[in-house]
């Protein structure tokens, strides 16, 4: 699926590490939320609260889901599932474009 219909999107930006990564909060008929944006490249460290599944449109990167001990390289069409009250690093090879979806 190339696109969402139907839905509202905050107006102000998510920007996180120095606008290193920027999304945009996309809200459903049915109130469930995804994010969609970009991580330029960079190592970063995420935090997460909830479950999500972080869905690659464009680029590659590599991560190393929290108590692993070697990263995983993802490209456009792939996926990774972090758990709830974890963390992840992600280093981005080029400019990522993601889809963020909580569970």
Request: charged share 15%; net charge negative; with cysteine.
């Amino acid at each position: 699926m190339s696109q969402f219909d139907n839905v509202s999107v905050l107006k102000q930006g998510n920007v996180y590490f120095d606008g290193k990564c920027v999304s945009h909060t996309v809200i459903f008929a049915d109130g469930s939320k995804k994010t969609v944006g970009v991580i330029l490249p960079s190592q970063l460290k995420f935090n997460t609260g909830a479950p999500e599944i972080m869905e690659v449109i464009a680029g590659v990167c590599n991560v190393t889901l929290a108590g692993e001990a070697s990263a995983k390289t993802y490209s456009a069409g792939q996926s990774f599932e972090v758990p709830g009250n974890s963390s992840f690093d992600i280093e981005t090879i080029e400019t990522l474009h993601y889809v963020c979806h909580f569970a």
